[in-house]
């Protein structure tokens, strides 16, 4: 499955942002998806991760609370609304795509197969 992650930029602290990835090529419902980011200088980590029909999901501590991850299998896309964004959530944002059963290690990124470019979101102080 082709993966394509839109939607990040620059925003201010505090402020909101939804990332999406769409999928092309075969449709998402097969799949577990998941969110990581890398930061500049940092080793890509994992941000959150959905099940095949949206539940159940799991975040990072660092965002959770703050972050959603959902899908529309129907629209082949994966989302990530992203709420009181703070400068240290400035990184590359990546979609995934996993075969894994949920019982697997979907916090890691050997997990997942198939990867989006990537999308740059940076939030100012």
């Known amino acids: 499955v082709q993966l394509q992650a839109s939607g990040g930029g620059l925003v201010q602290a505090g402020k909101s942002l939804k990332l999406s990835c769409t999928a092309s090529?075969?449709?998402?419902?097969?799949?577990?998806m998941g969110w990581f980011r890398q930061a500049a200088g940092k080793e890509r980590e994992f941000v959150a991760f959905?099940?095949?029909?949206?539940?159940?999901?799991g975040y990072a501590d660092s965002v959770k609370g703050r972050f959603t991850i959902s899908r529309d299998n129907a629209k082949s896309t994966l989302y990530l609304q992203m709420n009181s964004l703070k400068p240290e959530d400035t990184a590359v944002y990546y979609c995934?795509?996993?075969?894994?059963?949920?019982?697997?290690?979907?916090?890691?990124?050997?997990?997942?197969?198939?990867w989006g470019q990537g999308t740059q979101v940076t939030v100012s102080s």
């Open positions: 959905v099940g095949r029909s949206g539940v159940p999901t």
């Open positions: 995934a795509a996993s075969t894994m059963v949920l019982s697997g290690p979907l916090r890691e990124e050997d997990s997942y197969a198939s």
């Open positions: 090529g075969r449709t998402i419902r097969s799949y577990i």
